[in-house]
């Protein structure tokens, strides 16, 4: 598939090399980013006849690990409703939505689609890619951006939820480590 954007602006070009926007910044202002200009207070990067940004390599340090070929992986969307009750009963603003690119999640207040999108309900069927296996999620295909929004005074990190559901697997983790010991100290 061919893009027919010729320039993309920092979240697109960050989205389209699988990088954060900070790390992509970080290139721009190091001059790294071939043929990226500046336009008021935004920049606009050139994309190449793969529809890609071009990167220069570093002087130093390990390969770069950007995408260099267009994603293969659907940005599936949840909105995760545990979170939302907390917020509302405890006065707080955690993420309360979801964003999942592969391997990679991250949490975000709202987001923008820029491009068609299909919303999935499975309810004998649930996602369990999402902790607890969501039953209702949002779909987008690789080749659209989805730009992630925060609230300027909101919480940040993951919502509540998933910080339990990690300290649960952890104690979990410690205790099947504590019992293969106890094992092996009874053998010995």
């Known amino acids: 598939m061919v893009m027919t954007l010729s320039l993309a602006t920092t979240t697109q070009a960050a989205f389209l090399l699988n990088i954060s926007t900070g790390r992509l910044r970080f290139l721009l202002n190091q001059g790294r980013v071939i043929g990226a200009h500046k336009v008021k207070r935004f920049w ?3 994309l190449n006849h793969r529809g890609m940004p071009e990167i220069k390599p570093g002087r130093r340090g390990p390969q770069p690990t950007w995408n260099k070929f267009p994603r293969k992986a659907k940005t599936i969307v949840h909105v995760l409703r545990k979170t939302i ?12 939505v979801a964003v999942k ?8 207040h709202a987001l923008k689609i820029n491009g068609p999108c299909q919303i999935v309900y499975q309810p004998h069927n649930p996602n369990k890619s999402q902790a ?13 951006i989805v730009e992630r929004k925060y609230f ?17 697997t952890k104690k979990s983790k410690s205790k099947k480590k504590k019992s293969k010991k106890k094992g092996k100290n009874r053998t010995s």
């Open 132 to 144: 607890g296996g969501a039953r209702l999620w949002i779909e987008v295909e690789p080749e659209h």
């Open 85 to 96: 009750d907390y917020n509302r009963d405890h006065g707080t603003s955690h993420p309360a």
């Open 101 to 108: 690119v592969g391997d990679k999640k991250d949490y975000c």
């Open 44 to 46: 606009k990067i050139p």
């Open 152 to 168: 300027v005074n909101g919480d940040y990190g993951p919502p509540p939820e998933v910080v339990q559901q990690r300290a649960k």
